[in-house]
């Protein structure tokens, strides 16, 4: 292979040939970023020659040529798509973490556009005419919902959390279960940023059991703070004891000074309990029985932006507000816009709350999800582009982290074709425009209409046809 190295194209050659002009005036691209492209490409044949990994058509010079134009255009492709595209997610799990986690409601989307085209009054106070807080565009409405003295909100909850350890407990104890110290999404562990924090972690109890008296034993002179973690997304089951909130409410009023903190992980706003769907507690009523400080996420089943809210007494607030770290954890203008939208549909009734669509989806009924299979199928049989398609029972997911032990009912729809495995047909999905990302279950193609909208239903028979 290595003599073949000399037919490579001296890169001023390609640069004469006609394709490389098309190129910049298709795509709208440089000719510096283009000669890059074609250098790269040139490097990469290169070196999978001198390697033997080379396993291109020919190897004369003008299909070497052709070759390298094929791939540059395909550069050009991609460098002028955006990255970051819609998908249909046909998973049916409604806080998928690869995809996004919650899709925002119409209001929160409007006021996205309305705070990014416009001039806003961010840090502007307009009744005074002086400088504003960005705190202030939120705290009040948090207080609403919450039933807290005082919240502010940062740039997610893992933000909130390490923000909390280094301005209240830096160089002093926090005492955990070790059946909290829980591990989300593989880049978020307690005892890891507790250590990043600068707090000294104290583990009391077992994986299994952790008493009241375990907290009491541990309390001394140099101890900060109690903190439970929500364990999001495991469950221990069987022979367990966990200490309730209300017991260590009392535990840390007995001890000036220790304050209690709860990290949520979800924090619903919604009462999913009160619908029969899993036992995650309502933020105002463990605010209610008396916690200093709470900490969730924005996009979890709250149903916004990527945030971190943090919330409780108002003199640990006015601490965190005042510490360096706050500017560095600051959000942007378009997630205060997303959550005030978000955060003001709680404040209303529950017919306003489900147009935040994560809380929508999960509530959703199995009768209207069989529905909109039924449909599904009948438009795909009408359509008639040989697929076998069926309406099954199944079960969805909440996702996130979230709620993992519970399922919720659900119909989805299996798709089948003669001929092409189950595997070959979702890879063609994913890479179709717009992609499609589906569940795979015996061998067949599963869609599950929870997570499918009526709009997106449609394309995906298009897709479908072209597949
Ligand atoms: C999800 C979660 C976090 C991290 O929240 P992000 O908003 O994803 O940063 C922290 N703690 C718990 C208990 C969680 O469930």
Redesign the pocket.
Known sequence: MKEYVRQLPPIHEMQKDNRFQQLVSTYKLHHELVTELIQNQIQQVRSNLLNGNFNGPSTAKTEFIDLLFTHVENDCIRISEYYLQPVINATGTVLHTNLGRARLSEKAIEQVVNVARNYSNLEYNLSSGKRGSRHDIIEELIINVTGAEAAMVVN????A?YLILRALAKDKNVIVSRGQL?E??GS?RVSSIMEESGANLIEIGTTNKTHLYDYENAIDENTAMIMK??T??FKTIGFTKTVESDELVSLTKKNDGVIFYE????GSLFDFKGNSIGDEPVVADIIDQGVDIVSF????LLGGP?A?IIAGKKILIDKLKKHQLARVLRVDKMTFAALEATLKAYLQDTEKIISIPTVRDILLTPETIKERANQFVAKMNEATIGFECEVTEDFSQVG???MPEVLLPTYVVTLHKNGQSADTIATLLRQSKPSVITRIKNEQIILDFRTIMEDESATLISILKNL
Request: charged share 10%; net charge negative; hydrophobic share 30%.
């Open positions: 997610n909850n893992a933000a959390v829980v989300i999404g978020f973690v929500h999001s997304n990290d949520l992980g979800s996420s924005g996009d979890k990527q971190g996130g982290g979230t």
